[in-house]
């Protein structure tokens, strides 16, 4: 939100005030239009003006105060951020994060999977993949496929989600 125009002038005073020197309707235009640019709010800009003429006794432009008012919201910024990094290094230290957080993520992202139906890469753990696979000639350690017969991706493998009843006979006949 922009100043008014009543604020700039409130803001001009104060600076007048300070340096004496007379302002007119051109300034008022030039100081509204710098304070929509970098959204001053009327508090921070009185601030500005204030810290300035407090520890520099120079001719003040709209720059100046943009200036101040920037380095005002940076430094409140990095404490924010510094307190929450504080909170965070305490949490971390008390454990209240960690395994549980992302169990709780990882039962999310499976929930939202089963929702949308996601096909998942077949586990390794199946005792099967130890053997190759008769019927589809999938190697030792490789997922069993079946493959595309017809459109656009004829020919192309598509990895099952488990294995064929071929192989896991192979596997008790120990056929290796």
């Given at each position: 939100m922009s100043l008014t125009q009543n604020?700039?002038?409130?803001?001009?005073k104060v600076a007048t005030a300070?340096?004496?020197?007379?302002?007119?309707e051109a300034d008022v235009v030039a100081w509204m239009d710098s304070a929509a640019r970098a959204e001053w709010t009327y508090p921070e800009a009185l601030e500005a003006v204030k810290d300035h003429f407090a520890f520099d006794g120079s001719?003040?432009?709209?720059?100046?105060?943009?200036?101040?008012?920037?380095?005002?919201?940076?430094?409140?910024?990095?404490?924010?951020?510094?307190?929450?990094?504080?909170?965070k290094r305490a949490e971390l230290e008390a454990g209240t994060t960690g395994?549980?957080?992302?169990?709780?993520?990882?039962?999310?992202?499976?929930?939202?999977?089963?929702?949308?139906?996601?096909q998942r890469k077949p586990k390794k753990t199946h005792a099967?993949?130890?053997?190759?696979?008769?019927?589809?000639q999938a190697a030792p350690g490789r997922p069993c496929a079946r493959v595309i017969r017809r459109g656009h991706r004829a020919g192309e493998f598509v990895p099952l989600a488990g294995?064929?009843?071929?192989?896991?006979?192979?596997?008790?006949?120990?056929?290796?």
């Open positions: 604020e700039i002038v409130g803001v001009l300070y340096d004496g020197r007379q302002r007119g001719w003040i432009g709209p720059a100046v105060v943009t200036k101040r008012i920037q380095a005002r919201r940076d430094a409140a910024e990095r404490a924010r951020l510094a307190e929450l990094g504080a909170a395994p549980a957080d992302s169990e709780r993520v990882r039962s999310a992202v499976e929930a939202v999977a089963n929702r949308l139906g996601w099967a993949l130890a053997v190759a696979c008769p019927h589809c294995v064929h009843v071929s192989r896991v006979e192979a596997l008790t006949n120990g056929d290796r």
